[in-house]
C-alpha cells in the first residue's frame, strides 16, 4: 500500500473530527504548517516505540576507540546515524544475542558498548520515506499526531486523549501482525520420515 504524507495528515484531521482535506502536505494551510511541526517527532516516535518489521535491518558495527567512558567494556562501537532504537546486538560468526548498552561520549556521541567482537547490530531504521511505510504503521502515525495537535488544530484535549488511546490500540494489534510475518520454526521433514522407520 502506497502512501502519502498528505494522506497521513489528512487521516489525523478526520481523527480530529476535521473533514476539509489538505491538498499538499507542504501547503501553507495553518494546519499543515502545524502538523509538519511535529511530525519528524511523531514519526521517530512511533518507530520506536515498536519493533515494526518494515524498519528492521542488520548492520556491522564500526569499532571506535576505546577510551574512559568504556571501561568495563571490550569493545566500543559507533551507534549508526540512521538508528532509531537498537534492539539486538550478535557476533558475526554464531549469531547469538549478545549484551549490549547504549552510551554517549563526553563530546556527546552514541556509543555502543559491549563484550563482542566483530558485532552485528539489528535496530529499528529511520525511515523517512512514507511510501516504504506499512498500512498499521501509517494508522498508528496518524492516531499519534492526532494525540499531539488536537488542542492546536481543534482546541479539544479530549480528542487528543481519545486518539492517544486508538493509538495504544493500533501498536498492540501491530505486534500480533508482525508476529505473523516469517517463519518461528522450520518443520523438518526428515524428523518426522525417521521417527516413521
Known amino acids: 500500500m502506497l502512501i502519502s504524507k498528505a494522506q497521513i495528515f489528512?487521516?489525523?484531521?478526520?481523527?480530529l473530527g476535521v473533514s476539509m482535506p489538505l491538498e499538499n502536505a507542504d501547503s501553507n494551510d495553518n494546519r499543515a504548517i502545524l502538523l509538519n511541526n511535529y511530525y519528524n517527532l511523531a514519526r521517530d516516535f512511533v518507530l520506536k516505540d515498536f519493533d515494526w518489521n518494515f524498519a528492521s535491518v542488520f548492520r556491522e558495527l564500526s569499532l571506535v576507540e576505546k577510551q574512559n567512558y568504556a571501561s568495563g567494556y571490550k569493545y566500543c562501537y559507533s551507534y549508526p546515524n540512521?538508528?532509531?532504537?537498537?534492539?539486538?546486538?550478535?557476533?558475526?560468526d554464531n549469531f547469538v544475542m549478545q549484551k549490549f548498552i547504549v552510551s554517549s561520549s563526553l563530546d556527546g556521541q552514541t556509543l555502543i558498548l559491549t563484550d563482542t567482537k566483530d558485532a552485528i547490530l539489528r535496530y529499528t531504521k529511520r525511515i523517512d520515506k512514507e511510501i516504504y511505510f506499512s498500512s498499521e504503521f501509517?494508522?498508528?502515525l496518524a492516531y499519534y499526531l492526532a494525540s499531539l495537535t488536537s488542542n492546536v488544530i481543534v482546541g479539544s484535549i479530549q480528542k487528543g486523549?481519545?486518539?492517544?488511546?486508538k493509538y495504544q490500540k493500533i501498536i498492540?494489534?501491530?505486534?500480533?501482525?508482525?508476529?505473523?510475518?516469517?517463519?518461528?520454526?522450520?518443520?523438518?521433514?526428515s524428523t518426522y520420515l525417521d521417527s516413521r522407520s
Open 82 to 92: 540512521d538508528c532509531i532504537c537498537a534492539r539486538d546486538l550478535f557476533e558475526s
Open 161 to 165: 486523549e481519545l486518539a492517544f488511546e
Open 138 to 140: 501509517s494508522m498508528a
Open 10 to 15: 489528512n487521516i489525523t484531521l478526520n481523527i
Open 172 to 189: 498492540k494489534h501491530a505486534k500480533v501482525l508482525n508476529a505473523s510475518e516469517g517463519a518461528g520454526y522450520i518443520y523438518d521433514e
